[in-house]
């Protein structure tokens, strides 16, 4: 049974997918610690194959969908620690090692990247996104949930498998990312923030800003209707 295993959502990542894998298994050699590749793959190009040949173990999700990705390769995965991580390069495997330290020395049960407080490279994230957007959600989250984190959007995580055996992960969509770190802050996880750096992605972007961030606010309402049903009540 390998001690870490790494799940990666991919969806036509050809360009990158093996790099990615190649950086993630020189972090585990490096780590001396026995580490798996996941790759739960909705391609229609490449990306399964270079994966495979690498060494990856490959899992097709029965739907589309960054949540339904996630959750079939938490199903396949053995480790007792998790980490998660695109497989586009905008974030560096090479920063793994902070994340799995954190649990490694039981000083957390979920480890969550922070690009905001990290280095953000020309090009990688929209000025929306980053002053409006990831802030603003942010906030949100915080308030409701205490989460207490600065980039709630943040797809470098890292967990050990009790605290994901614990969260009631659903979502099938962009929203998993919310509903993990509100599962997180309501299960009295110890919650980690590590500064990470935060890269242009090749290829075009899959994100759509407004429909995804609607959906991730749209989750939180309806995870925690009352604030919101008490603001207009308290104009009328």
Not at 135 to 144: E, F, G, H, K
Request: with cysteine; charged share 25%; proline share 5%.
């Amino acid at each position: 049974m390998s001690l870490v295993s790494l799940v990666i959502p991919t969806r036509d990542e050809e360009e990158t997918i093996g790099e990615c894998i190649r950086r993630s298994v020189a972090v585990f050699d490096e780590m001396g610690i026995d580490g798996e590749v996941i790759v739960a793959d909705s391609s229609s190009d490449s990306t399964p194959e270079i994966a495979r040949s690498l060494g990856a173990e490959v899992v097709r999700p029965k739907k589309l969908g960054y949540g339904n990705a996630y959750l079939a390769g938490f199903r396949r995965s053995q480790g007792k620690y998790i980490v998660i991580m695109d497989g586009d390069l905008t974030y560096d495997p090479q920063e793994m090692p902070q994340f799995i330290k954190l649990l490694l020395n039981g000083e957390a049960d979920f480890v969550i990247g922070t690009r905001l407080k990290g280095d953000i490279k020309e090009g990688a994230m929209p000025a929306l996104h980053r002053y409006i957007g990831n802030p603003l959600l942010t906030w949100i989250l915080n308030l409701l949930f205490g989460a207490g984190i600065s980039d709630s959007h943040c797809g470098m995580r890292a967990m050990t498998r009790e605290a994901l055996d614990k969260l009631n992960l659903r979502a099938g969509g962009m929203e998993f990312a919310s509903e993990m770190v509100i599962e997180a802050s309501r299960k009295k996880l110890r919650i980690r923030e590590v500064p990470i750096t935060y890269s242009p992605r090749k290829g075009a972007s899959k994100l759509r800003s407004f429909s995804d961030g609607w959906r991730h606010l749209r989750f939180m309402m309806l995870y925690r209707p009352g604030p919101f049903l008490f603001i207009p009540g308290s104009v009328a």
